[in-house]
């Protein structure tokens, strides 16, 4: 392609190492920058890219899933990592795993190997003077890094810890002790479909009541049960003051809780005596955590003590005595945009337009995620490269969803997590009959149709769709 416009990727993780192959396939001329091998974020061990921190799954194929449907229209649009994570697949029965080391190995042979891309290795602190750039530097960006873009969106901070609340059993806790009932008998998930949520008449929550000795017992205990050290790369990350950990709250007061994530206003506990006082010194709450409603968390119950710990203290609350715990809870450091005020849908940044955001950093959660918007973004910056306008997907299509939630203009100003593929996220079905979409397999096959149905139909009426298609013709 004939330019002499620059372009520039800066992170080759997975978003980076895939908007770089896109941009590379298309003819342009990339320059590629990382850290690595030189130095590298406290999780990435490797000295190579698109480096695997965790499991080893990109999640399912099957494309009644979300992610599975995520990848299949990745694939109709011309991904390139899925197409090497497929060369070095283990068996994973319907999910996407992958030989991490051989993934990385490949991906970097093949990053160095293009003839229009240039590896840059070393830490970016300021962002390249290139006509487009995209930021794709994942949930560890380095600190300076971090700081620069915290300053180009005009926002104070960008890194958050990212928690998580412990899940339990629903047949594993004790009614005879908790009971439902929604705060003042008020339903507060009612905006959600029927089918979504299973439904208890009485209320959503389920609530363990406190008396005053248990809950002063929870305190002293939260203050001086262990916990995890926090890494070096933790220490001056700040808590969202919505998501600050119970063990944080402990040590803030012995009344703190009580005010927060325990406070009792608007409960009754049904089984003391009708006539005397029934509201709790201090309740947790229980919140539905999945469809089948087999599953709970403990609603503000983020944490970071250990895991003998924190067992310890499940036991501590009323009517959990003998919970079952599928899941602790869990705390890491994540770097993001607050999306919905500093993002289009096309990933560019509103204030900056040449600079497009992919990865973790735009707020989406996930290997395949990442490597769905880094395709999203090598895309776009295709387009400002040859300045034609960039793209937007219909939103039936998972990657459209995901792209129109996390820049919603609703969600601006208010508290903003980040998002995995979802069928949540999708626009519902219409015309077809309640009892149809009852059937959750029957809704996602629905859902995956009407998706793959809007996704073919635009990639044939858009005039971009051929780079598309050329981008998927060539092999890697
Ligand atoms: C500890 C941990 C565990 C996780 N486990 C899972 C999991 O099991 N499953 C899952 O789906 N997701 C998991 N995730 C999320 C996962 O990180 C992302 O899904 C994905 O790797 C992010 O892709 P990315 O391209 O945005 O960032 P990354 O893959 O992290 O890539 C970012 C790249 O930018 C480079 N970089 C950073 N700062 C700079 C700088 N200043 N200059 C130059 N280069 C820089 C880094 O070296 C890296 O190569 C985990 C995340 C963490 C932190």
């Not at 339903?187 to 248990?214: M, R, W």
Request: net charge negative; glycine share 6%.
């Amino acid at each position: 392609m004939a330019t002499t416009k620059t372009v520039a990727v800066v992170g080759a993780g997975l978003a980076g190492s895939e908007a770089a192959l896109q941009l590379a396939h298309a003819g342009f001329h990339v320059t590629l920058h990382d850290i690595k091998p030189t130095q590298q974020s406290p999780a990435h061990h490797e000295p190579t890219f698109a480096e695997i921190v965790c499991s080893n799954s990109m999640g399912s194929l099957q494309p009644s899933s979300a992610s599975g449907l995520l990848k299949q229209e990745m694939e109709l649009l011309g991904c390139h990592l899925l197409t090497l994570a497929k060369q070095v697949a283990v068996p994973a029965g319907n999910a996407l795993a992958v030989d991490r080391n051989a993934f990385t190995q490949l991906v970097t042979d093949t990053l160095h190997a293009h003839p229009n891309i240039t590896v840059m290795c070393g830490e970016v602190t300021e962002l390249p003077a290139a006509d487009v750039v995209i930021v794709a530097t994942g949930p560890l960006t380095t600190p300076a890094l971090a700081q620069t873009l915290s300053k180009l969106v005009n926002r104070e901070q960008l890194f958050f810890f990212d928690a998580a609340s412990p899940i339990l059993t629903r047949d594993s806790i004790d009614m005879s002790i908790a009971f439902v009932q929604d705060r003042y008998d008020k339903k507060v998930d009612s905006h959600l479909d029927d089918d979504q949520f299973a439904s208890e008449d009485e209320g959503s929550y389920i609530n363990c009541p406190f008396t005053q000795p248990q809950y002063e017992a929870l305190v002293n205990f939260l203050n001086t049960a262990e916990k995890v050290p926090l890494k070096d790369f933790e220490k001056d990350t700040s808590f969202f003051e919505s998501c600050v950990p119970v063990d944080e709250l402990a040590r803030r007061g012995v009344e703190t809780l009580r005010y927060g994530p325990m406070k009792p206003k608007g409960l009754r506990n049904p089984h003391l005596p009708e006539g005397s006082f029934q509201q709790p010194y201090a309740v947790v709450q229980l919140r539905q955590d999945n469809r089948e409603g087999t599953l709970y968390n403990i609603v503000g119950f983020q944490t970071n003590l250990k895991w003998g710990p924190q067992a310890e203290m499940i036991r501590l609350i009323p009517g959990l005595e003998n919970a079952d715990v599928v899941r602790f809870g869990v705390m890491h450091r994540n770097t993001y945009l607050h999306s919905p005020e500093v993002l289009q849908p096309t990933l560019q940044l509103k204030a900056h337009p040449h600079v497009l955001i992919a990865g973790q950093l735009t707020g989406t959660e996930g290997y395949t995620e990442s490597i769905a918007t880094g395709m999203w973004a090598g895309r776009n910056a295709i387009c400002l490269l040859q300045g034609d306008a960039p793209l937007t997907l219909p939103k039936e299509t998972m990657l459209g969803a995901l792209l129109a939630y996390i820049t919603r203009d609703e969600a601006a100003g208010k508290k903003f997590q980040p998002i995995n593929s979802n069928w949540g996220i999708v626009p519902a079905i219409s015309g077809v009959p309640r009892r149809v979409l009852k059937d959750k397999r029957e809704k996602a096959r629905l859902l995956g149709e009407q998706a793959i149905t809007a996704l073919t139909a635009w990639m044939q009426t858009h005039p971009a769709s051929g780079a598309f298609k050329q981008a998927v013709g060539v092999t890697c």
